[in-house]
């Protein structure tokens, strides 16, 4: 009997610990919708949780949600990256 995608993100996140979508989803192989379908299930049934949300990569200005093992209060989201912030950290980049 193959284990559902929910038993495989429950499986990680026990061995591995807190960690983003994205990298779930590399992790157990499946489709990142899949992944995100499947961890609305578990967040509604209070077994994860979103920790923390990760800095945003490059200039995306979205803070990513990290997913932890637990039935506690999710984190606050963080603030959007305005445009003339993510402008600001793009032309350091550049330098």
């Known amino acids: 009997m193959k284990p559902t995608i929910k038993t495989d993100i429950m499986n990680h ?8 979508a994205e990298v779930i989803t590399r ?7 899949a992944t995100t379908k499947a961890l609305r299930v578990l967040r509604d ?7 923390d949300y990760e800095e945003p ?9 990290v997913y932890a093992v637990g039935c506690r209060e ?22």
Do not use: N
């Open 13 to 20: 996140l026990i061995s591995h610990g807190p960690q983003k």
């Open 27 to 33: 992790s157990i192989g499946c489709t990142r919708s």
């Open 45 to 51: 049934a209070c077994m994860i949780y979103v920790s």
């Open 57 to 65: 990569a490059e200039s995306s200005g979205q803070h990513a949600p």
């Open 74 to 95: 999710d984190a606050e989201p963080k603030a959007v990256l305005t445009s003339a912030e993510r402008s600001r950290r793009y032309r350091e980049k550049r330098q």
